[in-house]
């Protein structure tokens, strides 16, 4: 039962792994691991690139705890089952024209497991998935399953307070209750800006989009620019009227040709050249070159989640922290000096987004206007140099992060970047003081 994650970068053998069919199952296994005095994880889709998963012991995957389990038409709230992947969300939500209100650029993620672990899209006017939460199921180390929420009593409005991003240390999710919003199309602009100019102006131009994220490879002056314009469904025909077919509505040759930008530009040849830049260092400047304008510009109007998604065949490592977006420009500008001054080879891409403040306790964006910096590296290389050159300008920023990324902090660090940190400690004491739901790496994050 040996299992890595989706990067490769961690692997554990656990001792047995349950894949319950209610919840009452669920509550059993959970019972007697505490009585067992052994440990539980929960598993969704094994995308998160840290040990966060991991175990020795006891796994539990809730792929069949999946699909809506409530609906609330009047409020706009939809209830999944924890073990729901994002990319059968659409299909649920479609036929009753609803929608998330936001989405990562990568769905294969459980519902649970993206909110667990901070997901979170783009865009200064929405929030990450845990600030779409209105309440949750989840199985304790006594067997209860509690509904927390704002609304709830006692402890059970704590854990919703603290726990929204959670990474399993309350216990098994079960059911999520999320806002939603009348589903809605996205007019797509990708082209090339000058970095220098966007890097100076991207707080602004952040503010004046719906939703505006960036791409810029090491050594290259070019942005590829994705700037995502909301388009009610209601407004559709009107809006393409008054476009003028800027952007163009799917077609056979528009599919065609998204499919040669995602797969042959954005996969297929982004393999080759991580490829040749690991096997020749010396050429990995020229090949960013090339890569850069081998992508073509674009503009087109389709659904919500076919614009926000894109194929991520290429599989790479990653550290993201969420920093104050105001300090975005003097950052960005620290990042591309230190790389130009090591003459770091890099193969992949930063990746620039935004997201809302929130008030979720382990959110990155906890209380402020976030920009996401995120860097990558190929899975055949190591991440730890590079990443290590990056980090400590992240964090002199304030920077707080991702829960399922990469990163460096122990407990202390933590605490610092995390206005909640102790509160979402204790209270993980107070619910598991056994530790039935830990494991060694959040041992070391939240017990020091």
Not at 78 to 106: E, H, M
Not at 345 to 371: I, K, M, N
């Amino acid at each position: 039962m040996s299992w890595s994650n989706w990067a490769g970068t961690t692997r554990c053998t656990p001792t047995s792994v349950h894949k319950p069919q209610t919840v009452r199952e669920l509550a059993s296994i959970v019972k007697a691991a505490a009585f067992a005095e052994s440990t539980v994880r929960p598993l969704g889709a094994g995308h998160s690139f840290t040990p966060v998963a991991t175990t020795s012991d006891i796994r539990i995957q809730l792929d069949h705890l999946s699909g809506i389990s409530g609906l609330d038409m009047e409020n706009g709230t939809v209830t999944f089952r924890a073990g729901t992947r994002l990319r059968d969300v659409p299909g649920l939500l479609g036929p009753i024209g609803l929608a998330l209100s936001n989405q990562g650029d990568v769905d294969p993620q459980s519902v649970a497991g993206a909110v667990s672990t901070g997901t979170h899209g783009t865009g200064l006017g929405y929030t990450g998935f845990g600030g779409m939460l209105r309440s949750f199921r989840l199985v304790t180390p006594d067997g209860r399953e509690r509904l927390c929420s704002p609304d709830a009593d006692g402890i059970d409005a704590e854990i919703f307070r603290l726990g929204r991003i959670g990474l399993g240390l309350f216990g098994v999710l079960t059911e999520l209750t999320f806002d939603t919003v009348p589903e809605f199309h996205l007019a797509a602009d990708e082209h090339a800006e000058n970095f220098e100019e966007l890097r100076q102006t991207f707080p602004e131009r952040a503010r004046s989009a719906d939703h505006l994220e960036f791409f810029v490879f090491p050594g290259t002056d070019t942005a590829l620019v994705k700037e995502n314009t909301r388009v009610p469904a209601s407004e559709y025909d009107e809006w393409t009227r008054r476009d003028g077919g800027s952007h163009r509505t799917p077609s056979k040759f528009l599919t065609a040709q998204k499919f040669f930008s995602e797969e042959v530009v954005g996969n297929a040849a982004l393999w080759a050249m991580c490829e040749a830049s690991r096997l020749r260092p010396n050429l990995t400047s020229r090949l960013n070159t090339i890569a850069v304008g081998s992508v073509p510009e674009q503009k087109y109007i389709d659904e919500s989640h076919k614009v926000f998604v894109s194929p991520r065949r290429v599989r790479f490592s990653e550290m993201e922290y969420g920093i104050p977006l105001d300090d975005a420009p003097e950052v960005l500008s620290e990042i591309r000096a230190a790389i130009d001054r090591t003459n770091s080879c890099v193969s992949f891409p930063l990746e620039v987004r935004t997201a809302a403040a929130d008030d979720v306790a382990l959110s990155t964006a906890y209380g402020r206007e976030t920009c996401y910096i995120a860097v990558h590296r190929y899975h055949r290389e190591n991440w730890r140099g590079y990443f290590g050159l990056i980090e400590p300008i992240l964090r002199a920023a304030g920077g707080r992060p991702h829960w399922g990324k990469l990163h460096s902090l122990q407990n202390s660090a933590l605490r610092e970047a995390y206005p909640l940190f102790d509160e979402v400690s204790n209270l993980r004491r107070q619910v598991d003081p056994e530790g039935l739901f830990l494991n060694p790496y959040l041992s070391n994050l939240f017990d020091g």
